[in-house]
């Protein structure tokens, strides 16, 4: 079971798609934050999760969020994907899964896939919206919705 609503985002660094280091500590008590969880880049799924994140990107913005999507492909991957598909939002690199395995997200599909899951947090730094589903479609939506109810 991952983590709940309530629960305090875990503290973590991880290097972005540009190299450089994305400590959490920067965010915690200062913005909503939106942190995705996906399988891995250029897939069919994870490309229209990503794109949807971009899409509504600055609506998220506008309610004072950052985005963050966070796999366990490397930083240079994600640089590529990033450009490839002109996503304004941080693309952590957990090479090692070791803030996967923070945020207790589970394999999906016989143990096989990484998960997919997305967390929204106020920006008091606790969980306000918890969605695990392998469908990329309703991540998005569902953050959006949790972030303009708790303000």
């Excluded at 963050?68 to 990033?82: C, L, M, V, Y």
Aim: proline content about 5%.
């Amino acid at each position: 079971m991952g983590l709940r609503i309530g629960d305090a985002i875990p503290e973590f660094t991880l290097n972005d798609q540009l190299g450089n280091p994305f400590n959490v500590k920067q965010y915690l008590g200062k913005k909503p934050l939106v942190i995705f969880f996906y399988p891995k880049d250029y897939t069919p799924g994870c490309t229209k999760e990503v794109c949807s994140f971009r899409d509504s990107y600055e609506e998220f913005t506008d309610l004072g969020a950052e985005v963050i999507g966070i796999s366990a492909d490397s930083e240079t991957t994600h640089r590529k994907f990033a450009a490839s598909y002109k996503l304004p939002f941080l693309l952590l690199a957990d090479t090692d899964k070791k803030v996967r395995k923070l945020f207790k997200v589970e394999n999906s599909l016989f143990n096989l896939l990484p998960g997919r899951e997305t967390y929204v947090a106020g920006k008091d730094g606790n969980i306000i919206m918890v969605f695990n589903s392998m469908s990329a479609s309703d991540h998005m939506a569902k953050a959006l919705k949790a972030l303009k109810q708790n303000l």
